[in-house]
Each structure stands twice: as structure tokens, then as C-alpha cells.
């Protein structure tokens, strides 16, 4: 049994910032990856960015230079710095945690971005 739960979430101004959090834990030795996907309303669910054991990064086309991917090894956490928030980045914000292949879904966290 693996849970995942997100926290973080909220309202803030254009060009403001929020920090995302998102613990693993249960019954598990090592993860392999942890990502963040965002879904609007209207929209499919999207990759925003992900982070593999080792330390390899990857992100959106849309967030590269503005977001920022982390990971506590340690604490299973990982982390989304996300700066200069515009309102197209209104979502909720799902983390997702690959363990031995098999991917596990927080209940995901709204993040609005609105003056």
C-alpha cells in the first residue's frame, strides 16, 4: 500500500510564487521517479515535471525557467518551486510516484493564479 499526498496549493497574483510538497510513504523500498502533472478545466492531464532517480530533470516546455523540481530522497518528498506564476498555470497540481513501474496518484492540490 502506497500513499501520496500533495500540499501546497493556492491562491496567488501573477507573477507571484507557491511551493509544492509531496510525501510518499508505505510499503515500499525505493522509488524510481516522482513527477508533477497539472489538469485544467476543459484540458487533458500534462506532464509539468518529473525527476528520476539520479537526479535527472525534466520539464514542460511551458514551465522551464519558472518552475523547479526536487527531491528528498530521504523523506520520499518532492518539491515544485514554482515562480513567476501566470494565470494560464491555474490547475490542480497531481503528483505522481513510480514504484517498481507501477505509478501512484495523489488526490491533487489547486493551484489559481488571478489577480
Known amino acids: 500500500q502506497v500513499q501520496v499526498v500533495e500540499s501546497g496549493g493556492g491562491l496567488v497574483q501573477p507573477g507571484g510564487s507557491l511551493r509544492l510538497s509531496c510525501a510518499a510513504s508505505?510499503?515500499?523500498?525505493?522509488?524510481?521517479?516522482m513527477g508533477w502533472y497539472r489538469q485544467a478545466p476543459g484540458k487533458q492531464r500534462e506532464l509539468v515535471a518529473s525527476?528520476?532517480?539520479?537526479?535527472?530533470?525534466n520539464y514542460a516546455d511551458s514551465v522551464k525557467g519558472r518552475f523547479t523540481i526536487s527531491r528528498d530522497s530521504a523523506s520520499n518528498t518532492v518539491y515544485l518551486q514554482m515562480n513567476s506564476l501566470k494565470p494560464e498555470d491555474t490547475a490542480v497540481y497531481y503528483c505522481?510516484?513510480?514504484?517498481?513501474?507501477?505509478?501512484?496518484w495523489g488526490q491533487g492540490t489547486q493551484v489559481t493564479v488571478s489577480s
Open positions: 505522481n510516484v513510480n514504484i517498481m513501474l507501477k505509478g501512484y
Open positions: 508505505g510499503s515500499f523500498t525505493s522509488i524510481y521517479a
Open positions: 525527476i528520476i532517480s539520479g537526479d535527472k530533470t
